[in-house]
């Protein structure tokens, strides 16, 4: 069985940084792709991240980008997702989801067949 946990979520002030981590059990697929997600109340789901293996290349939405850093520790089988500068329109939930292929997408839709993690919460005042 495949298994997504995440951690590292919390409450920071604005500008604040915090490092979320994914540890992913069960999964076997040499090829991956990995991506965050984050759900903001009373929006829909929308992908920050995905890193990929090939060649570890990496994603991010225009929102997230020079701020947040993805990457993925094989041997431990986590994934981190780096968030620095925090802001208050970063508060969510923040999901991650790995599926067998190295495609990445940012579009839910298009990460079709993924597995996923309950979720974290990260809060950021102003």
């Known amino acids: ?12 002030q604005t500008g604040e940084s915090l490092r979320l ?8 697929s040499d090829e991956f792709a990995i991506a965050w997600f984050r759900q903001a109340p009373g929006k829909e789901r929308e992908g920050v991240s995905c890193i990929s293996s090939r060649n570890n290349e990496t994603y991010y939405d225009y929102s997230v980008k020079g701020r947040f850093t993805i990457s993925s520790d094989n041997t431990e089988n986590t994934s981190y997702l780096q968030m620095n500068s925090l802001k208050p329109e970063d508060t969510a939930v923040y999901y991650c989801a790995v599926r067998g292929t190295r495609r990445c997408y940012l579009a839910e839709r298009k990460f079709a ?7 974290t919460q990260v809060t950021v005042s102003s």
């Open 113 to 119: 067949g993924a597995y996923w993690g309950q979720g």
């Open 21 to 28: 981590s994914c540890t992913i059990s069960g999964f076997t």
């Open 1 to 12: 069985e495949v298994q997504l946990v995440e951690s590292g979520g919390g409450s920071v």
